[in-house]
DNA sequence: GATATTAATGCAATCGATTGCAATTTCCAT
DNA sequence: ATGGAAATTGCAATCGATTGCATTAATATC
């Protein structure tokens, strides 16, 4: 008799004078075993106070029920959405979610994709870095047959199923907000260009600009970092310019927000004298004075998305072909741009 | 010859004629085994591209070199920021951080805990949710012998490492700051009683009237869940009170936020006729108009404490008895309440 | 050169569950 | 009763690494 702590499904089969193996599929109602055996099974089972152990299950099944996920920073407010959209999802289909934060540094971000294959997780969810130009720690996973699942910041070199938001549409549609509004001479704040997804706001951009007939003045259009310092000196630098805009769309709220603040300062009024449209739909835009328009985007229900996506390929339900979904954005007007009273307030 | 993917300590070992203990060994860096033949398994095994399978190596050591975490919610900013924390410093010593979210339901909060444990994590770090006032779930774990640290809202019914903000304090400096500003009927909006935290914030908030020679005027402390609502409707009840107050300490942003927006939608002016200090310091806080004052929790630093001290009893240097660690606060003062001109921006 | 030490390496059991295949039992129809 | 299909159950290998103990090789001592 061992008198060690756990009960194993070896303690009960030799406690019911019946086989380990016949406990371990009553165990998983495995329709073999017969109802009878398999109650009492059950019922012996959980006055041992039976705990399965996880880990030999997974050694020898070569699953885990774990899915990982890497964002850039877990503390944002977007991509911590996101997360809870995820855990969401795997929590009701009995999977455990592993987060880690890359803090956009490439190398972190390697070594937390190796640690995650290596601890066998059935899927990835990533968001990509900042610094993230070369991929062969994440083609360690496609290479192998791991499901793979990107978001927002997506790898177009690696077939995979794709999460992104309508970035394209979001900044077409802020654009040509600002043009409805009135504002005849309509700045960009952007980012890091290596990064689709503020590829494609420049581009929405720009497609707004183009279809109101406006031409684009590259002098209007700054890349940065969207740091907060970026918003300010951007929009120092933009009214410094001999014919100033009337507007800008920035690639982010933080940058918005910080030129606002700026323009406060120096006494420069919004919306009238310069509108302001963010992206992202930061918490605090709602609430700051004035509000600042911005894109929403679904955090939430794309962590929820990305998640039964991943889900569906580790069951195996991925008969078709990857795809890349894209998620709907909306306009949300506030104060920051709303210069023509009979505006509404969302346009999706 | 074997032809599935994965190479093993087995392979390497028939490849070398030598053991596979050897190369195990080797591998681990044990000095039993020469030099030479270490190098050379190192070499060998990194040409095969082998891959330890921790799966296996956990199931034999019974160590997973994983920490669980459990928040109410992980798309909150406090919550997050310690997350943060508690991943950096667990990704620094190569442990992995397995997170879930309860969503402040207990029934959520007690399955999470059985999977966690079910997946054999090395500790467990959680900040207990709204309902939770029964503890099985988590005397599993002590009395498994297994680490757990408590942060934030603990159970002071269970021995173990805890990890605080100061509370008390932290409301204590809000409320006499408030005085300080000249205030003389101070209000409180506070939440649930069940939970450590809000008992701490109100009883800081009492000392320091009674401290500061006030009387205390049940009618003026209103206990709450802390919504958005709540914070409108806890600032119409206390200006419909025949002795209006001057002041509100709110025990979260969230209500001193709304209860500010619903004072400037009845033209109510703040701080002026009625100053206001928040609690968390929120990343809206700063940036709205007025700027809240509010007390700061230093998120990322507790967290990184609690996985400090999470490993540390891990890897067994817990001589010392349990402790409950008390993270200090910092009164940040803004524009909510600042009356007086030459009053300093920050209190510690 | 024989023996005593010490350094390296190998053997084999173990962690706890899963599963293909074989063996046994049960149940029916004849 | 009896043959045989169907329903249950058991055997034993397997997943891949770890580790106490035994064994062998290398070095030291006299």
Chains 1, 2 share one sequence.
Do not use: W
């Amino acid at each position: 008799m061992k008198h060690h702590s756990e009960t194993t499904i070896h303690d009960i089969a030799k406690k019911l004078n019946i086989s380990a193996s016949t406990v371990s599929r009553a165990l998983n109602n495995n329709p073999l075993i017969s109802r009878k055996t398999s109650e009492l099974i059950k019922k012996t089972a959980a006055e041992m106070g039976y705990r399965p152990n996880v880990l030999a299950a997974n050694l020898r099944t070569k699953k885990t029920k774990t899915i990982g996920v890497i964002v850039p920073l877990i503390n944002r407010h977007f991509f911590s959405s996101v997360i809870s959209g995820i855990e969401d999802i795997a929590y009701q289909s009995g999977f455990t979610v592993t987060i880690s934060q890359s803090n956009d540094l490439l190398e972190k971000e390697s070594y937390i994709a190796h640690a995650l294959f290596a601890n066998r997780v059935d899927g990835l969810i990533i968001s990509i870095g900042m610094e993230t130009k070369e991929y062969s720690h994440l083609q360690l996973f496609s290479e192998r047959g791991i499901p793979l699942v990107f978001f927002d910041r997506v790898v177009d070199e690696i077939e995979a199923n794709k999460i992104v938001v309508d970035d394209f549409g979001g900044a077409f549609k802020a654009t040509k907000h600002l043009v409805g509004q009135g504002c005849k001479r309509i700045a960009h704040i952007g980012g890091p260009l290596n990064l689709n997804i503020y590829r494609n706001r420049l581009g929405g951009y720009k497609a707004a600009l183009e279809e109101s007939g406006f031409e684009i003045d590259n002098s209007l259009v700054l890349q940065t970092s969207l740091t907060r310092e970026d918003g300010a000196n951007s929009a120092k630098q933009l009214l410094q310019l001999p014919d100033a805009p009337d507007a800008i769309f920035c690639a982010n709220d933080t940058t918005a927000l910080s030129a606002i603040t700026h323009f406060k300062d120096i006494g420069k009024k919004v919306p009238e004298e310069i509108a302001i449209v963010g992206f992202s739909n930061e918490p605090f835009s709602e609430v700051v004075t004035p509000s600042i328009s911005t894109i929403k985007q679904p955090g939430f229900q794309m962590g929820q998305k990305a998640a039964e996506l991943l889900l569906n390929q580790i069951n195996g339900f991925n008969a078709k072909q990857f795809e890349t979904f894209v998620m709907p954005t909306e306009l949300v007007v506030r104060e920051s741009s709303r210069k023509l009273k009979d505006c509404p307030e969302a346009v999706n």
